[in-house]
């Protein structure tokens, strides 16, 4: 059986707390580097970090849906109608959860389960590469997780590392064969954001290959295919109630979600508006260093996938990583979010994952200590200019 023919049977000790516990504290570390820093810079200027985590962007929709519920909507001067029903609705639900049970605001709770999501999403990283690639590359790839330029967003009231965790949960349970782990696991990603149809995705064709694999070689462990069957009616369950409500609720039938994004300038185009936004860079001198920046960095992804594919990731990683990847650049609106749309493909990392475990553990550190730094200064920059939209 090939890597690409999953999943198998797990060869590797299960994802204990203490064999991903020195992956999990170097997460930490990295972002309570980042969190000083925010804070630190923050101060010199005049604003609150805290404020900046929790209580502007999305984080503000979010804290509001928790707070009243679906329905508020902003009619801008153009015409434009930004509904909170763009957001899915997993993250202001814990939200209200936790709030309800604490002295917490909403936002507080936002941000309490954003760090223990971030933490969730960091041990699902690891356990994906641990399989993989073993306990090193494991490390090495929640590590260059972390200290990815825009990862102070998994610090934020954002949906990004509550995505990021179930994902990451979701593609190990199939890697390991724990289908209906899987199947409900990616139902909840299908809650939390629209991207969570990646997830769906993998469980899908990592099944339909299993099924095609079994009728050409029988097994007869029935009680596998019928989980398998089970999972995939399962996995879209999540996503497709939310967005079959949302139809209903605006009148906008079963593509009344579509709508609502169109109010924000959002869809997917496959990419023709992302690509005209590129070459607008290229128009004046001070901007064309920005287009080559965007040329460079769609490169390095487009790379990276070719890696993944010519190193026989497995199947589920392959279809995830290059669907978040597609959605992501796909998309027509919002192109300063592309990075953190890009947040959660952490697969494509892998190749750089096991370049690194291969180092010597001092120069792999040194290497991440470095990046530790400048991604902490980034966001701190990021946050307290123009930040994530």
Same mark, same amino acid.
């Given at each position: 059986?090939?890597?690409? +023919?999953?999943?198998?049977?797990?060869?590797?000790?299960?994802?204990?707390?203490?064999?991903?516990?020195?992956?999990?504290?170097? /997460?930490?570390?990295? #972002?309570?580097?980042?969190?000083?820093?925010?804070?630190?810079?923050?101060?010199?200027?005049?604003?609150?970090?805290?404020?900046?985590?929790? !209580?502007?962007?999305?984080?503000?929709?979010?804290?509001?849906?928790?707070?009243?519920?679906?329905?508020? +909507?902003?009619?801008?001067?153009?015409?434009? =109608?930004?509904?909170?029903?763009?957001?899915?609705?997993?993250?202001?639900?814990? +939200?209200?959860?936790?709030?309800?049970?604490?002295?917490?605001? /909403?936002?507080?709770?936002?941000?309490?389960?954003?760090?223990?999501?971030?933490? !969730?999403?960091?041990?699902?990283?690891?356990?994906?590469?641990?399989? =993989?690639?073993?306990?090193?590359?494991?490390?090495?790839?929640?590590?260059?997780?972390?200290?990815?330029?825009?990862?102070?967003?998994?610090?934020?009231?954002?949906? +990004?590392?509550?995505?990021?965790?179930?994902?990451?949960?979701?593609? /190990? $349970?199939?890697?390991?064969?724990?289908?209906?782990?899987?199947?409900?696991?990616?139902?909840? $990603?299908?809650?939390?954001?629209?991207?969570?149809?990646?997830?769906?995705?993998?469980?899908?064709?990592?099944? !339909?290959?299993? *099924?095609?694999?079994?009728?050409?070689?029988?097994?007869?462990?029935?009680?596998?295919?019928?989980?398998?069957?089970?999972?995939?009616?399962?996995?879209?369950?999540?996503?497709?109630?939310?967005?079959?409500?949302?139809?209903?609720?605006?009148?906008?039938?079963?593509?009344?979600?579509?709508?609502?994004?169109?109010?924000?300038?959002?869809?997917?185009?496959?990419?023709? !508006? *992302?690509?005209?936004?590129?070459?607008?860079? *290229?128009?004046?001198?001070?901007?064309?260093?920005?287009?080559?920046?965007?040329?460079?960095?769609?490169?390095?992804?487009?790379?990276?996938?070719?890696?993944?594919? #010519?190193?026989?990731?497995?199947?589920?990683?392959?279809?995830?990583?290059?669907?978040?990847?597609?959605?992501?650049?796909?998309?027509?609106?919002?192109?300063?979010?592309?990075?953190?749309?890009?947040?959660?493909? *952490?697969?494509?990392?892998?190749?750089?994952?096991?370049?690194?475990? #291969?180092?010597?553990?001092?120069?792999?550190?040194?290497?991440?200590?470095?990046?530790?730094?400048?991604? $902490? $200064? /980034?966001?701190?920059?990021?946050?307290?200019?123009?930040?994530?939209?």
């Amino acid at each position: 059986m090939t890597d690409l +023919e999953t999943p198998v049977a797990p060869a590797r000790p299960g994802p204990s707390w203490r064999r991903a516990a020195p992956a999990l504290l170097g /997460y930490a570390a990295v #972002r309570a580097l980042g969190l000083v820093v925010l804070a630190v810079w923050s101060a010199a200027g005049g604003k609150s970090a805290h404020q900046l985590l929790s !209580a502007r962007w999305d984080s503000l929709w979010y804290t509001r849906i928790a707070e009243l519920g679906y329905g508020y +909507e902003v009619r801008l001067p153009n015409g434009d =109608v930004h509904s909170n029903l763009a957001f899915f609705p997993l993250l202001p639900w814990l +939200e209200r959860a936790v709030s309800a049970v604490s002295p917490l605001s /909403y936002a507080d709770a936002g941000l309490l389960v954003s760090a223990v999501a971030s933490l !969730a999403a960091a041990w699902g990283i690891f356990a994906v590469a641990d399989h =993989v690639h073993g306990p090193r590359a494991g490390i090495c790839a929640v590590l260059l997780w972390a200290v990815l330029p825009v990862g102070v967003v998994q610090s934020m009231t954002y949906s +990004e590392s509550l995505f990021t965790a179930l994902a990451a949960w979701s593609l /190990y $349970a199939v890697l390991t064969g724990r289908w209906l782990t899987a199947g409900l696991l990616a139902s909840l $990603a299908g809650l939390t954001r629209p991207v969570g149809a990646a997830v769906v995705a993998a469980v899908w064709v990592t099944a !339909a290959a299993s *099924f095609v694999r079994e009728r050409s070689a029988p097994t007869g462990d029935g009680a596998s295919g019928w989980r398998r069957a089970l999972a995939v009616l399962i996995a879209p369950l999540g996503a497709a109630g939310y967005v079959l409500w949302v139809g209903r609720r605006t009148g906008g039938g079963p593509l009344g979600y579509l709508d609502v994004q169109a109010g924000w300038r959002n869809g997917f185009d496959g990419g023709h !508006a *992302f690509a005209r936004f590129v070459a607008d860079r *290229f128009t004046s001198f001070p901007s064309v260093l920005a287009g080559l920046a965007l040329v460079a960095g769609v490169g390095l992804l487009g790379r990276l996938y070719v890696v993944c594919v #010519r190193r026989r990731q497995p199947l589920p990683l392959l279809v995830y990583a290059g669907a978040v990847t597609v959605l992501a650049l796909g998309a027509s609106g919002y192109f300063g979010s592309k990075p953190r749309l890009l947040l959660p493909a *952490f697969p494509l990392l892998l190749p750089l994952a096991t370049a690194l475990s #291969r180092l010597r553990t001092s120069r792999s550190a040194w290497v991440l200590g470095c990046a530790a730094v400048a991604s $902490a $200064a /980034y966001g701190a920059l990021w946050l307290n200019g123009s930040g994530p939209p």
